[in-house]
């Protein structure tokens, strides 16, 4: 190659570069670092009400700006998406909205209805799931799916038409960092980044430490893909579809109980164990002196 050609191909390459960043400049889709600062910044909800279900919203309109800037971006549910789009909702209330996101006022999400129902609910914790079916006319009886001395960590109880699922889990602090509480789903929009995509929810405490994610299947199913807590002392992962108890090393995977049981999985020391009813599986680890 001549240098001729040499400098023919620097200047292709040239006019190549800056035709791709011309187009990434002017494209509709909005890079993945500016919605996760967006994200961040209006605490993971629509800032008017704060639905964890939302849409990228362009105060200023794309069609005008044609660019991304973090701060001419915000969240906004469907409803109130569309009533921006169609000017029921004046861009002086997103704007505001945008200054003051609801769920910053909260320090949590607002409250999401799971719509599960019938009666059965499968659990699964990687590969390990709990199959819970409530007989025909049964009423009575909750199933405490996994426990740690006797405090719920998801427990699945009867309600009068389906079954109501409640979990919580807490970080190395002991903080609650999200819940379900009889169908309801809350998180806390302390995290450094949270996305509900579709039925997966991820909570990330930074970049490439994931807390938590689950994948939410209704009306029949919840599965915690993977992650890392804790409750009392003890820490519980799920990793590669293992549930593990990081304290005695105790490991379930590619298995499942069926059934309706007041007990699946105990956790803890059985000295602090209230209920007399034993677990389909127990996992022992003494109290410290």
């Given at each position: ?7 023919a ?5 040239r ?11 002017t494209?509709?889709?909005?890079p ?8 961040q910044?209006c605490?993971?909800?629509c ?7 939302y ?8 069609s005008?700006?044609r660019?991304?800037?973090?701060e ?5 549910c ?6 921006k ?10 704007i505001?909205?945008?200054r ?7 320090d949590t ?13 499968n ?8 199959e819970?079916?409530r007989?025909?006319g049964c009423?009575?009886?909750?199933f405490?799916?996994?426990?740690v001395?006797d405090d ?18 807490r970080?190395?602090?002991n903080?609650e ?8 789903l809350?998180?806390?929009?302390g995290?450094?980044?949270?996305t509900?995509t ?12 994931v ?15 993977r992650g890392s807590?804790?409750l ?10 293992i549930f593990?108890v990081?304290?005695?090393g105790?490991?379930l ?7 309706f ?13 209230r209920n ?14």
């Amino acid at each position: 190659m001549n240098w001729r050609q040499r400098c023919a191909g620097r200047d292709l390459f040239r006019q190549s570069k800056h035709l791709m960043v011309n187009i990434f400049q002017t494209e509709r889709n909005i890079p993945d670092p500016i919605k996760r600062i967006v994200r961040q910044r209006c605490h993971f909800g629509c800032v008017i009400c704060g639905l964890p279900l939302y849409q990228y919203d362009h105060m200023a309109p794309w069609s005008e700006v044609r660019e991304h800037k973090a701060e001419n971006i915000t969240l906004l549910c469907l409803q109130h998406h569309g009533e921006k789009t169609n000017k029921l909702l004046p861009l002086g209330a997103v704007i505001k909205a945008n200054r003051n996101p609801f769920n910053l006022i909260r320090d949590t999400s607002r409250p999401y209805a799971l719509h599960f129902s019938g009666e059965d609910l499968n659990v699964s914790l990687g590969t390990f799931t709990l199959e819970c079916h409530r007989p025909r006319g049964c009423f009575s009886d909750n199933f405490i799916a996994l426990c740690v001395d006797d405090d719920p960590i998801i427990e699945i109880k009867s309600g009068e038409e389906s079954l109501l699922l409640s979990l919580c889990l807490r970080d190395a602090g002991n903080s609650e960092v999200i819940s379900i509480k009889d169908n309801e789903l809350i998180f806390s929009t302390g995290k450094w980044d949270i996305t509900l995509t579709g039925t997966v929810l991820v909570i990330r405490n930074a970049h490439r430490d994931v807390f938590v994610e689950i994948k939410i299947a209704a009306p029949h199913s919840i599965e915690v893909i993977r992650g890392s807590f804790h409750l009392h002392g003890i820490q519980m992962e799920i990793k590669n579809g293992i549930f593990k108890v990081v304290n005695s090393g105790a490991q379930l995977s590619n298995g499942c109980l069926r059934g309706f049981f007041n007990y699946g999985i105990y956790v803890g020391d059985p000295q602090n164990k209230r209920n007399l009813t034993p677990a389909i599986i127990a996992i022992s680890i003494p109290a410290k002196a």
